[in-house]
């Protein structure tokens, strides 16, 4: 798990996960997009507390390798201010057959959205700015503190 | 009694207080009586559920107490990817 504030290149990251035993490589890039919620979207600036972000990401990848017979798997997240098209995040999991490495992907991503501590601020094209809630992480959070209480 | 706790706001709750730290002295038991008692300082009304908390830079939960001397980290809810 890496935090970083230059661009992130998949095609060189892909590199990390090379090994003869892999049979399936599975990636994932989350973008910036140019609208939210009906607005629209000029520009992100992602705030991350990087000594947290980088525990919490190692915890979800070892959490993966438990969960699924995979090969290996790496996540590299943004900071900073980036433009529409701009890679936000990062995951690419290898492992012998493809199932795994999907299933792990998709576990990799959904975790880090819920659980690094990282917020993103946008910054619309008609000059307004705000911070996302997100909600399907307020929900998680939710439910986790349900079942802490009860 | 009152414990001298060291608060880390981030993102919207540290444009809401004016600074990402303060040292604050709380008659609080758990993390998130800080969260309660410092309402006017981070501004949410989000419910505490939807929130996250660290305390001496590990991830905690609501319910964990609190010493003198501890720096808490108050998270709004997250937003990554």
Redesign the interface.
Same mark, same amino acid.
């Given at each position: 798990m890496r935090i970083t504030n230059s661009a992130i290149e998949p095609d060189k990251l892909r590199q990390l996960l090379t090994g003869d035993a892999a049979g399936a490589y599975v990636a994932f890039e989350g973008w910036i997009r140019n609208a939210n919620e009906g607005q629209d979207v000029l520009r992100l600036e992602y705030e991350v507390y990087e000594p947290l972000a980088v525990k919490e990401g190692a915890k979800i990848i070892a959490e993966a390798s438990v969960k699924y017979p995979i090969l290996q798997a790496e996540c590299v997240h943004r900071e900073g201010l980036l433009e529409i098209g701009e890679c936000a995040v990062w995951v690419g999991v290898t492992s012998v057959h493809r199932d795994e490495a999907f299933a792990a992907c998709r576990f990799i991503i959904d975790e880090v959205k819920v659980r690094l501590p990282v917020w993103k601020k946008e910054y619309y094209v008609n000059g307004d700015s705000g911070w996302v809630n997100c909600e399907r992480c307020a929900a998680h959070s939710s439910r986790k503190a349900t079942s802490l209480r009860a | 009694m009152n414990k001298n706790i060291t608060v880390r706001y981030?993102?919207?709750f540290r444009e809401h207080a004016g600074v990402g730290e303060e040292t604050v002295s709380l008659p609080a038991a758990t993390a998130g009586d800080v969260y309660e008692l410092l309402k006017d300082r981070h501004g949410s009304q989000? !419910? %505490?559920?939807?929130?996250?908390v660290?305390i001496n830079?590990e991830?905690a939960?609501?319910?964990a107490e609190v010493f003198d001397g501890d720096t808490v %980290?108050l998270? !709004? !809810?997250?937003? &990554? &990817?």
């Open positions: - | 981030f993102a919207g989000e !419910p %505490l559920g939807h929130c996250k660290a830079d991830m939960d609501w319910s %980290l998270f !709004p !809810p997250v937003a &990554g &990817g």
